[in-house]
């Protein structure tokens, strides 16, 4: 471990490292290097528009944190890590680190610390008057770079999901609801590693309307994957297993009890219920969802939660708890239910 004067000093100007890979995510950087050849920066700057000498230093910058490697000539190639930030990269986190370290989420978080004095969270409403949700609809820009870094998400998290639903007794299942699934990319992976399973994804009208987003058709399951438009807050279809992928950390507590609700009144029978989600654990495990929940502080109403947590909600909601599992190698965990 790192003595505590560099772990702080790390700390300090962590977001400088951060920043610069942004600068060269939405300059453009990444999508005209490669791994093989290497290009100087006076050769580069004509095509992401930008001076050739403030480039080279930008350039200099994100060798430094090693996304780029530098030759002798001052030439540049890009890193295996670096290549994941070209946007046409099969897990491509370019729209991702365009969000998080954009404009917008970087203004939300000046907030923090006025929110933690007088105990009201939501940054975005603060900063722009309205909920990040709302804000993602009305502003282009920012909708986009959203819809694209959540796509990234679930690339990375129906990995998880699966991984972790491996462990569990899906056979009986017939019907499954994915509740706020967006396009379709986990209820995708459930189709295609359980042949006997229907899905059906709930979202907005304005997020299920996007027919050339939709994953089911692109993968040829639309016969198996139904698509429909409606609000969770008010109903949810009936299935015999419902799924929530980074759904409920979006939402405080009394609307959470909402959804679960909704979801055992239109419950078949005994149904089963799994929440892919961040985990909180106990105070002795860092872990990368107790940083994520400040980010939640700052975005809108929502919070990561402890298991205890997510079993006391599904309880007020008509669940049962029944277990927690962590997946290997994740951010994410899952935690299982049975109707009650």
């Not at 600068?23 to 093989?36: H, K, M, Q, S």
């Not at 909920?131 to 998400?153: I, K, L, P």
């Not at 299942?173 to 899905?199: N, S």
């Not at 759904?247 to 078949?268: K, S, Y």
């Amino acid at each position: 471990m790192a003595e505590p004067t560099e772990q702080l000093l790390d700390l300090i100007f962590g977001r400088w490292r951060s920043q610069i890979l942004y600068a060269g995510a939405a300059l453009g950087v990444f999508d005209r290097l490669t791994a093989e050849g290497a290009i100087g920066a006076a050769a580069l700057a004509p095509e992401v528009g930008a001076d050739s000498v403030l480039l080279y230093r930008l350039l200099r910058g994100l060798a430094s944190i090693g996304l780029l490697a530098e030759d002798t000539n001052q030439s540049f190639r890009l890193t295996e890590a670096g290549a994941l930030l070209r946007e046409d990269h099969p897990h491509s986190l370019k729209a991702m680190a365009l969000l998080e370290e954009g404009p917008e989420h970087y203004a939300i978080w000046k907030h923090l610390v006025a929110m933690v004095r007088d105990g009201r969270q939501n940054g975005f409403m603060r900063e722009f008057g309205k909920a990040g949700f709302d804000y993602a609809r009305e502003n282009r820009c920012y909708g986009t770079v959203f819809n694209q870094a959540m796509t990234s998400y679930s690339i990375v998290e129906t990995q998880w999901a699966l991984a972790a639903l491996a462990n569990e007794d899906l056979s009986q299942i017939r019907t499954l609801c994915d509740v706020g699934g967006g396009h379709g990319h986990l209820a995708c992976g459930l189709l295609g590693a359980y042949p006997h399973l229907e899905v059906t994804v709930l979202d907005l009208p304005e997020v299920v309307s996007q027919a050339d987003r939709l994953w089911a058709p692109k993968l040829g399951l639309s016969d198996r994957c139904r698509y429909l438009a409606g609000d969770m807050f008010r109903e949810i279809p009936p299935a015999d297993a419902y799924v929530a992928k980074s759904v409920l950390h979006d939402w405080n507590d009394e609307e959470c009890i909402r959804i679960f609700g909704n979801m055992r009144r239109a419950a078949i029978a005994e149904a089963r219920l799994f929440l892919a989600d961040f985990v909180v654990p106990g105070p002795e495990e860092p872990h990368f969802s107790k940083l994520f929940d400040i980010h939640m502080m700052c975005w809108g109403t929502g919070r990561e939660r402890t298991a205890a947590e997510y079993a006391g909600l599904m309880a007020k909601g008509g669940w049962r708890y029944d277990a927690w599992q962590r997946v290997p190698n994740a951010f994410h965990s899952l935690v299982a239910g049975t109707g009650a």
